[in-house]
Each structure stands twice: as structure tokens, then as C-alpha cells.
């Protein structure tokens, strides 16, 4: 008979990838931390995805189910009890959850830049002509396009490790990854350069953690409360805001770089057409306090200086 003693003091929700176990197991140091528990009496449960059954496809994301393929099941096991929060990195995450759940905390937010991988050349504006560039990222796609439109965009699916890997065997001359997630593996020094977040804006919450739990789970939503991060999520609701605006999804290259000047937040977004060949910019800026006006806002002008014709092709995810 189990006693309740053991009884976890709350169950964490993750998918199984090396970054996601690790961004989990931070999330239960803290939470062990400010309430004095044990890390042990934090439970993790790992929960395998649809994203994560189709890594070895190589599928693109657009193609395969967009955002919530690294999600679904973890919203799922909330839904039914099964775990009390779903730990998350925040730009996987669709703008309209689940009925029933809430993503209100982000922790303090890593490198919002993407990291140039190559052993062939030190840049990006280095790399010879008509090299072959690996990413799964259709902003990373349609921004290297719109940058450099002789380089071959391959797809490149998988892990950190997997994609060395892919780079070692030749499959592609380089890669894109978010310095995040390098940093939080201990890799940063397999970074060959960092890219400019004003000419390669990152995606909406790039570099974010962010903590999902029920809205009727009162218990848990006052536990998870101490870790948020006000800048961080002010910064991430604008963009999540400019996100659910513009209906982003993985077939929708979007860049936003939001940067913060006191009490405001200074934001400058791009959309672009997945052969890079457009790019519309808009920049805004206004009160940290009201990030959602200002994200609304925000992609309300891009939605503007695109044009509707353009933003409806691009949700067919037809190349403009």
C-alpha cells in the first residue's frame, strides 16, 4: 500500500529529448528551492510526442502538424490529471491552447539569437556559393533565402547531437540553432558565430521556458507563481499577441525581436514568403504594461504592409 509520503509534490510533463529533460529538470530545481522540498519529491514524467515519433522522418514541420506536434500529448496528460504542469520551450507552443489550460509563467528568458554551425566557412556571409544549409525552420529558411537566395535549404530534423551528426556526414555544409538551447545543453562552443537578432529576428519566444497547468488547479498555478519572470513574460505575451494575430503557425515565417527600454518594450517583427523573395518589417513600440495591445498592434501593421492577398497565399502555404 503506498503511503503519502509518496506522493509527488507535483508532477512535471516533458518530452524525452536532451534539452527537454533538461529545461524539466531546471524548472524542478527551483520549484524544489522556493517551496524547501526535495528535488526527489518532484516526479518527472516523460510523455513521447508526435513530434517525437517523427524525428527520423525528416518530415517538415509544416507538413506534419505545426506547433502542436511537440505538445498535444503533454496537454493531454494535464487534461486527464495525469501530470500537474507541461514544462515547455515557449516557441513550440500555439497561441490558442487547450480549453482548460493556461500558460501564465516564463522563466527568465537565455539568448533570444540563432547560432551559425559550419566547419567550413566562419560566417554566414562566408559560406560559398550555393551551399547547402540544414534546418527544419521555416523563418530560418525564408530568412537565410531573403539573405543569401543562391544557398540550398535542405531539411534537417532531430536533436542537437542528430544534426552534428548530419553535418559531419555531409548532408547539409551548415546549420541554424537557437543559442538557447546550446547553452542549456553546454554546447555554446560549437558555435561558429551568432547571427545578428536585427537582420535574423528569432522566433516569437525564442530562448523562453514556459510552465503550462490547468486553469481550475489552483494549488499549482499558486506553486508556479514565484518562478515567472515579469520582463520575460511581458516580453513573450507581446509576441504571442503579434503571433495569434497574424494565425502564425509553422507554415508563417515571422521574426520579432523585442527589446526593453525602462518600463517599454520596443519591438521590430518580419514576415516573409517562404522563398525569402518578400519581407515585410514593422516596427513598434509602448508600455511593458499593456504587451498585448502592443503585439495586437504590432501584427495588425504587418498584416497591413503585406497586404491581405499575401497573408491569405500564405497561410495556403503557397510560395509567393
Do not use: W
Amino acid at each position: 500500500m503506498q503511503s503519502e509520503q509518496t506522493i509527488p509534490f507535483l508532477r512535471i510533463g516533458t518530452r524525452g529529448s536532451p534539452l527537454a529533460l533538461v529545461q524539466a529538470r531546471h524548472v524542478r530545481s527551483l520549484l524544489a528551492k522556493e517551496h524547501n522540498v526535495g528535488e526527489s519529491e518532484i516526479e518527472i514524467v516523460v510523455i513521447k510526442t508526435d513530434g517525437d515519433r517523427t524525428q527520423s522522418e525528416n518530415l517538415s514541420l509544416k507538413d506534419i502538424g505545426g506547433k502542436g506536434l511537440f505538445s498535444r500529448e503533454i496537454e493531454a496528460a494535464l487534461l486527464a490529471g495525469h501530470v500537474d504542469i507541461g514544462v515547455h520551450s515557449a516557441k513550440d507552443i500555439a497561441t490558442k491552447l487547450p480549453r482548460g489550460l493556461v500558460m501564465e509563467v516564463f522563466l527568465e528568458r537565455e539568448d533570444i539569437r540563432d547560432a551559425f554551425i559550419c566547419p567550413l566557412a566562419r560566417t554566414l556571409e562566408e559560406l560559398a556559393k550555393g551551399a547547402a544549409v540544414g534546418t527544419s525552420s521555416l523563418r530560418r529558411a525564408a530568412q537565410l533565402r531573403h539573405f543569401r537566395p543562391d544557398l540550398k535549404i535542405v531539411e534537417f530534423r532531430g536533436n542537437v547531437d542528430t544534426r552534428l551528426q548530419k553535418l559531419t556526414d555531409g548532408v547539409a555544409d551548415a546549420t541554424l540553432l537557437a543559442v538557447a538551447g546550446l547553452n542549456r545543453l553546454g554546447k555554446s562552443d560549437i558555435a561558429t558565430c551568432l547571427l545578428d537578432p536585427e537582420t535574423f529576428p528569432p522566433a516569437p519566444a525564442q530562448g523562453a521556458i514556459g510552465i503550462e497547468t490547468r486553469t481550475d488547479d489552483d494549488r499549482t498555478r499558486r506553486l508556479i507563481l514565484p518562478l515567472n519572470h515579469r520582463d520575460t513574460n511581458q516580453a513573450i505575451c507581446a509576441e504571442r499577441a503579434m503571433l495569434a494575430t497574424l494565425d502564425g503557425s509553422c507554415r508563417t515565417p515571422i521574426g520579432v525581436l523585442t527589446l526593453r527600454q525602462g518600463e517599454r518594450l520596443q519591438m521590430s517583427a518580419q514576415v516573409l514568403s517562404p522563398d525569402g523573395a518578400q519581407c515585410f518589417a514593422q516596427h513598434m513600440e509602448g508600455p511593458a504594461s499593456d504587451a498585448q495591445k502592443l503585439g495586437r498592434d504590432l501584427g495588425q501593421r504587418l498584416i497591413s504592409a503585406a497586404g491581405k492577398d499575401f497573408m491569405a497565399r500564405l497561410k495556403q502555404s503557397q510560395v509567393l
